[in-house]
């Protein structure tokens, strides 16, 4: 039984690439926690796609022990938590289980948008913050410049912040004696009624679901009968343990701890992320406030390459739903790639990991239509649609208005960057909200919308600053605007993968760009092919792919012209019946080049 006094629990939060990972390699070294044999770099980050891309996507827990210059031990539950914007909402569940937070900002770069967006969730989790400066080993390293940024854009005192290095493990000590003495034990009564936090679970081949857990009150024993209280569901603990990294069985979890249980839980559906567990008698009668649960962002279509594939894509996407909550699904047809799914993602990288993960762990090749947004569609009646996918767009005649979602993007730039930023913003149809200054460095908030964002802003932004800005934004809401569809026919036929929502103003543009765009990536034919956009039935932008030409004429030598115009009138008609009854085939990377448009 451990006393709570002794128990510490807390995440690392920091914009992206700043060394959270590796700040939990080296207080997971420094307290001996995984032997130096076992040791690896990111220990925590356990996905071949998480060590490839060097970024954290699940929030991962470990148990430390550790005993402190006055001589005693404690208990360190250590969340680490990612740092991109698309997996903000595993920070935001993570921060709930926890009472402190160690913000790192690498002491050569500052303060970035994403540490903006992750140090605000913490305040809102009434988290105590100790600020941590990072990479003090760098040349370019400036820690007073740093501190300084973190009091004037943050508001949080750093005049005692921990300086470290990661890397080296310099500073490594006095980071776990704040942890000791300046983040709160947590509070809870060992006597009242179980009421256990369901922070995350995942899908284990062997064991069935394993749900992470942070106990508030109560206990939690092997062989206890617990009940789910969303959905009322009652089921028998067989095991309970703690990671360490690895998992190891323990014989039961007090108030304050943080653990994980199976009790033979077949889907990760039946375990609600914010959930609250209870006994089945004498348990809580009130729920823990959970979270809200996530909201996708971007939709696109993911269809098998060969249409025989499609059984095993649904087995992939349904089990890497079991592990991801924030991804959603539904089957969908379409006349140019069969049969296919309809998928929901928080963002774009979200999107090309779930799509990577398919391709690389399941051996399937995809083709991914044009990402897209959710736009509310006002009816004549007053009836109010969710569009998910362009194709299905409604009849005009019926349409009253439509609404799009617009976002609050906060973008930290350097200062001789900030042209180029703002004209990208201006021509992504964005409204400038505010422009301050954090030191050399400008921190520009744009409402824009999202269906401009979400096609390749954060590439073009990465591009015009030599990747110095950083960005971070949220939704805010649906606004009125003058949106279409855009169509796209190839040899008058409708490719349902190719159309999307524009604003009238740029379709002419869009729709031009991708004809031409069309125009050499699609190969040529035996018969001429049209390559159209319409907006309804107004054809806004033409190319036509001209036809291989076979010479029939080619054994005429000498004689009466009217037999080389026979041959060729023969040719022709051939060409035009062929136009009629031929499919055009559109490669796979078409359509990935095409919907990559650049302004």
């Known amino acids: 039984m451990t006393d709570l006094s002794h128990i510490r629990n807390f995440s690392i939060v920091a914009h992206i690439d700043h060394g959270k990972s590796t700040l939990a390699d080296r207080l997971i070294q420094e307290t001996g926690t995984v032997k130096d044999r076992d040791m690896q770099a990111q220990m925590l980050d356990t996905m071949d796609i998480e060590r490839e891309r060097g970024i954290t996507i699940k929030a991962n827990t470990v148990r430390i022990e550790y005993t402190a210059d006055n001589g005693h031990a404690y208990i360190l539950n250590l969340i680490d938590t990612p740092g991109h914007v698309d997996f903000a909402y595993e920070v935001s569940r993570s921060m709930r289980a926890v009472e402190g937070s160690l913000l790192v900002v690498d002491s050569s770069q500052g303060v970035e948008a994403q540490t903006l967006a992750n140090v605000y969730q913490a305040i809102d989790a009434n988290h105590d913050i100790v600020p941590i400066l990072n990479k003090i ?202 049969f296919g799914f309809r998928c929901g993602f928080l963002g774009l990288l979200h999107l090309e990991v779930i799509r990577d993960r398919i391709e690389r762990e399941y051996d399937i090749d995809l083709i991914t239509t044009a990402p897209s947004v959710i736009y509310h569609v006002h009816m004549r009646d007053g009836t109010v649609n969710d569009l998910h996918n362009p194709a299905d767009m409604p009849d005009l005649t019926f349409v009253d208005h439509m609404e799009e979602p617009r976002i609050k993007a906060t973008i930290l730039v350097p200062d001789e960057y900030l042209g180029d930023v703002l004209k990208l913003c201006q021509d992504r149809r964005g409204i400038q909200m505010d422009l301050t200054y954090a030191g050399a460095r400008a921190m520009v908030v744009y409402d824009l919308p999202l269906n401009e964002v979400v096609f390749d802003f954060y590439d073009r932004l990465k591009s015009v600053t030599k ?17 279409v569809k855009l169509s796209v026919l190839v040899n008058e036929e409708p490719v349902d993968a190719l159309s999307m929502m524009v604003h009238r103003d740029r379709a002419e543009a869009r729709g031009r760009a991708m004809v031409e765009k069309l125009k050499d990536l699609i190969p040529r034919h035996m018969f001429k092919i049209p390559i159209q956009a319409a907006i309804g039935g107004k054809v806004i932008a033409r190319e036509t792919l001209s036809a291989m030409r076979k010479d029939v004429t080619a054994k005429c030598y000498g004689g009466d012209m009217t037999r080389k115009k026979k041959l060729l009138e023969k040719q022709k008609k051939g060409k035009k019946k062929m136009r009629e009854f031929g499919k055009v085939s559109i490669p796979q990377e078409a359509f990935i080049s095409a919907l990559k448009l650049d302004g």
Not at 166 to 186: C, D, S, Y
Not at 467 to 483: K, M, V
């Open 467 to 483: 990747g110095y800005a950083s960005f971070d934004y949220h939704l805010t809401e649906y606004r009125q605007d003058n949106l």
């Open 137 to 338: 080993d760098l040349p370019a390293s400036d820690c007073d410049r740093v501190a300084e940024q973190i009091e004037d854009v943050i508001g949080i005192d750093a005049t005692g912040a921990i300086r470290v290095s990661a890397k080296t493990g310099q500073g490594i000590h006095e980071t776990l004696e704040a942890i000791v003495h300046e983040l709160p034990p947590p509070v809870g009564d060992r006597d009242a009624p179980l009421k256990a936090m369901l922070v995350d679970s995942w899908y284990d081949s062997y064991l069935g679901v394993i749900v992470l857990v942070r106990v508030m009150d109560g206990v939690l024993k092997k062989g206890d009968r617990v009940r789910m209280m969303s959905n009322d569901s009652l089921h028998l603990i067989e095991r309970i343990g703690v990671f360490r990294p690895a998992m190891e069985k323990v014989d039961e979890l007090g108030p304050g701890e943080i653990g994980f249980l199976t009790a033979s839980i077949k889907q990760v559906r039946d375990t609600k992320v914010g959930d609250t567990i209870t006994s089945e008698r004498g348990g809580a009668s009130t729920p823990l406030p959970g979270f809200a649960p996530s909201q996708p962002v971007v939709f696109c279509g993911l269809f098998p390459v060969d249409s025989a594939e499609f059984e095993d894509l649904r087995e992939a996407i349904s089990k890497l739903a079991l592990n991801d909550a924030s991804f959603s699904y539904e089957m969908e047809t379409s006349a140019a790639l069969g």
